[in-house]
T-cell receptor, first 111, second 113 residues
Framework: NAGVTQTPKFRILKIGQSMTLQCAQDMNHNYMYWYRQDPGMGLKLIYYSVGAGITDKGEVPNGYNVSRSTTEDFPLRLELAAPSQTSVYFC??????????FGSGTQLSVL | DQQVKQNSPSLSVQEGRISILNCDYTNSMFDYFLWYKKYPAEGPTFLISISSIKDKNEDGRFTVFLNKSAKHLSLHIVPSQPGDSAVYFCAASVRANTDKLIFGTGTRLQVFP
């Protein structure tokens, strides 16, 4: 029972590089989210999606892009990595209730 | 502007005793509150929730209390166990817009034998 799967678990990027953080869920949830967690801070919402083809900005969307072509997948794209994007990234999904199911996270360092 | 605050970054409790984790919020529109638990190198997992129409919700060893007039909620764990050692996040939303969940900064609970 996989739930929400995130890849990679760790990544180091150089300033200006780009990468895609992958997120997949097998629970047929319509709602999917990307959060970032900085040290000593709570989780901040980057982007979310209420279904395939529909995405919207959260609190901290600058520097990121998302797409949702299928119900299962919700990749997060960093186009020009900056040190301020060093963080732990969590993907989550939700069914009809309010409870979020989180992946195990991607730890990203931009040097 | 931190709308959900957990003012205690850490808490240490002896096994078998009660753990009380506190959370304050500023937005009076919040009407749904959740607690998540997070172990190192894992994602947060849902623990318990409460709607603003209630002032208490219980699930086994975990009870959440809501004081709307004080804009305060607390999570009680009784009895505390070493496996409860984790970071606990409080989160709040306006139920009509649960996509905009606001998280607190977390409290690290350590339960020692």
């Amino acid at each position: 029972n996989a739930g929400v799967t995130q890849t990679p678990k760790f990544r180091i990027l150089k300033i200006g590089q780009s990468m895609t953080l992958q997120c997949a869920q097998d629970m047929n949830h319509n709602y999917m989210y990307w959060y970032r967690q900085d040290p000593g801070m709570g989780l901040k919402l980057i982007y979310y999606s209420v279904g395939a083809g529909i995405t919207d900005k959260g609190e901290v969307p600058n520097g990121y892009n998302v797409s949702r072509s299928t119900t299962e997948d919700f990749p997060l794209r960093l186009e020009l990595a900056a040190p301020s994007q060093t963080s732990v990234y969590f993907c989550a999904s939700r069914g009809l209730g309010e409870k979020l199911f989180f992946g195990s996270g991607t730890q990203l360092s931009v040097l | 502007d931190q709308q959900v605050k957990q003012n205690s970054p850490s808490l240490s409790v002896q096994e078998g005793r009660i753990s009380i984790l506190n959370c304050d919020y500023t937005n009076s529109m919040f009407d749904y509150f959740l607690w998540y638990k997070k172990y190192p190198a894992e994602g947060p997992t849902f623990l318990i929730s409460i709607s603003s129409i209630k002032d208490k919700n219980e699930d086994g060893r975990f009870t959440v209390f809501l004081n709307k007039s004080a804009k305060h909620l607390s999570l009680h764990i009784v009895p505390s166990q070493p496996g409860d050692s984790a970071v606990y996040f409080c989160a709040a939303s306006v139920r009509a817009n649960t996509d905009k969940l606001i998280f607190g900064t977390g409290t690290r609970l350590q339960v020692f034998p």
